[in-house]
């Protein structure tokens, strides 16, 4: 199985995933970033909306490129 890393971009920086998770494709990672990034908008949301719009979690693939981003403004219409 792929391995996966889940990393947090903003304007605050760079959160990266260090161990990442074997997962069988594309759509399992997507999956689990979105679990991922909805508790961390559950833990800020008393943050103000222009800093949750400049928030990215970005899947990552082994070879270290992004295979998928995917903004904040879209994750919380998933939520909804």
């Not at 304007?11 to 991922?36: C, N, Q, W, Y």
């Not at 400049?54 to 219409?77: A, H, M």
Request: glycine share 4%.
């Amino acid at each position: 199985m792929p391995r996966y890393y889940i990393d947090i971009r903003s304007h605050f920086g760079t959160d990266e995933d260090p161990s990442g998770m074997d997962l069988p494709d594309i759509a399992a990672a997507r999956s689990e970033a979105l679990k991922v990034m909805q508790a961390l908008l559950r833990s800020w949301a008393t943050m103000q909306p222009d800093y949750s719009d400049d928030i990215f979690i970005e899947i990552v693939g082994e070879d270290l490129r992004p295979v998928l981003i995917i903004p904040c403004s879209d994750i919380k219409t998933v939520d909804r």
